[in-house]
DNA sequence: CTGTTAGCGCTTTCAC
DNA sequence: GTGAAAGCGCTAACAG
């Protein structure tokens, strides 16, 4: 089904004048006669003339769309980041594609092959947990294409990087815990290959240390982020002869399963055992007992992202600023770790 | 920044042979001498080309792209079709341009031009609650791009459309309560643009006039879905000289927002009041009590939608086809309707 | 102020 | 099997 579309050629037909001079009055450009420029606007609004972006990247080879690759969809924490990266974006003239990778590398190289054929100018990725190998997104760096990592950025890409604070938003959970008179604290760590895991492990190791609590391997339990995984370990740690007193989980939806498993075996919150999570995820004040979590600043991190890849796309090529851009976290105490928070 | 990617020319060149040969090479044509298409296939690879899909566009005057408009991503609803929809676009070789609205009209009207502006071959809809005026929408007819509403779809325009049954499901909902003994139902409704609210509230009707209740005016409170209105109209309920002993919300968040405010003001759930939400978002097994809904379900939504508008894209422009695909909602009884189920 | 021309990267006749 | 040429819709010199 081939459509025809309305064009700069039929305005310009129809008001019997070359294209050129279609296409200045349309663009602004002040060497119009002012009711040429009447007529054509006139005649634009009339037959509904949008003009094909298309044509327009072709020429000037560059789309004005920016392409944000996320690794999931499901809790709203990507969802917020888009929605602050779109307003920038917006305001910046920019369009937004949109693609969730469903923590599967293979999807995410489709994705990132999909941005490239559509001549993104810029792109704002944040890693699956798969992702081991990054050359999928070396070629945007060769093509001179700009890219900003968040959240679960690439260590060993030169490129610029919008993180939280997640050591000191852990340690200072971790160590919010040992405030509450807690000396067995768990771990659910995330998987290795992601930073993120392990600097929220790093804070957890020295929140414990600082305070001159042991450090027990048995307590440390690295996981694939899949809500099955958590409610095992959680059991697995509930079952331990000597069960911990608190946990301290890498994320709100681990945490949130946390708590539902402890509940489920008649266990109090906070008092057998105090749950933390990191986030502050929708759902993290609407459960039972409410969740204490280290609160991300979703939106802003999405603002953040697109500036500097704005910053990035207004430079030469060769020009890659590497900085990481952190922001602060904020602890939010609930129930889970205070009775009084109830 | 003028950046250079590579072109089928520049490949054309470094193997001596024409453009013409490199993109039958490239595209599969079957006119190719095999060491030829090895040797262009090779290359390509080597050089990290990557079809311009924009020219492609261009020449085929088809995007390869579908656009989603969706109302807001603030709770896992529409996030949820988005992923349905992509799965289904994806295997049909669609790429997905995502863009929320953020419940205003103004946004709404201006992602839709972005939409025709960057060609969508078709786009899926579902409306602000501010939206009344739907020229920007009668656009894509008038253009011939095929237009599919989902959940919070058009009336006024002969275009497919994929819902849920949200009477039945309102209906079931309320006899639900009307089952457990609940005698005094209050129903939070939407905003009377909206199809879903019309339909929800027409249920809640039918299940008290079916059994006999009395349909109490002061008992049914449209209004806007904001949170903040949620909480001052729950409290207002509660007020009343003879307060409601059940209430049904036109979606989930109001629901979750009513549930805190019974619980603040120290009511018991369900046996002082019963609440019954809808969508079935992923918060509502998480609050204590959990809360029963009528659930939605949202990928097959997407997934349905998506099919619609393939099924349109080939076809004759002219020969649109109205029909209104309703899938089935699912009552799941949680502890804020059955204390059994807590 | 306006028209002419060239060209962005690609596919697609039409020749050979 | 391959090349030459035209054209998708638009902008940007270059002339007038």
Known sequence: MKRHQTTIIDIARELNISKS????????????????????????????????????SLVTSRSNTLGI???EFLTSFFPQIVIGA????????????????????E????????????RVDGVLVSLTKETRNYDHFKVFQRKGIPIVFFNRV?????????????????????EHLIGRGKKRIAHLAGPDSLLISRKRLQGYKDALRKNGLPLLDELIIPYDLTVEKAKIYVKHLLDLSEPPDAL?????????????????????????IAVVGFSNDYASALIEPGLTTVAQPMREIGKV????????????????????????TQLIVRGSSAAAYR
């Open 154 to 174: 690439c260590e060993e890409m030169q490129v610029p990087k919008v993180v939280v604070d997640d050591y000191e938003g852990a340690l200072g959970a971790v």
């Open 107 to 118: 999807t995410e190289v489709a994705n990132a092959r999909v941005m490239l054929a559509n």
């Open 21 to 56: 001079t279609v296409s200045r009055a349309l663009t602004g450009h002040p060497n119009v006669k002012p009711e040429t420029r009447k007529a054509v606007l006139a005649l634009a609004e009339k037959v509904d003339y949008q003009r094909n972006m298309l044509a327009l």
């Open 305 to 328: 992202a697109v500036q500097l890849l704005l910053e990035q796309m207004e430079r030469e090529v060769t020009d890659w600023k590497a900085m990481t851009r952190i922001l602060k």
């Open 248 to 272: 301290f989980a890498i994320n709100d939806p681990t945490a949130i399963e946390a708590i539902q498993v402890i509940k489920a075996k008649g266990l109090r919150i906070p008092e057998d």
């Open 86 to 105: 779109q307003e920038v974006a917006r305001q910046a003239g920019y369009n937004v594609i949109v693609s969730q990778s469903d923590e599967s590398y």
């Open 69 to 71: 690759i996320v690794p």
